[in-house]
């Protein structure tokens, strides 16, 4: 299977999608990338998150990789 790559708002806007009273904000998602929590792929300017690795870390898992 292909790993589902967003930016943050992209997969901000897949989490609102599924639960449109999630807490989770751009701001969070952000933190977590620049903080080295959740890995990203590097496009341009762009910064690619894996948003299963993303639901992975919420749910507690603790799978970023």
Known sequence: MIARMRTAEG???LIKQ???ESAVTLHYIRRL???GALPYVP???KKLINVDC???Y???KGETA
Do not use: R, V, Y
Request: hydrophobic fraction near 40%; proline fraction near 6%; aromatic fraction near 0%.
């Open 33 to 35: 990338i620049n903080t």
């Open 11 to 13: 997969a901000l806007e």
């Open 18 to 20: 599924q639960d449109p």
């Open 58 to 60: 919420l749910e507690g």
């Open 54 to 56: 993303l639901l992975s």
């Open 43 to 45: 496009a341009g300017k």
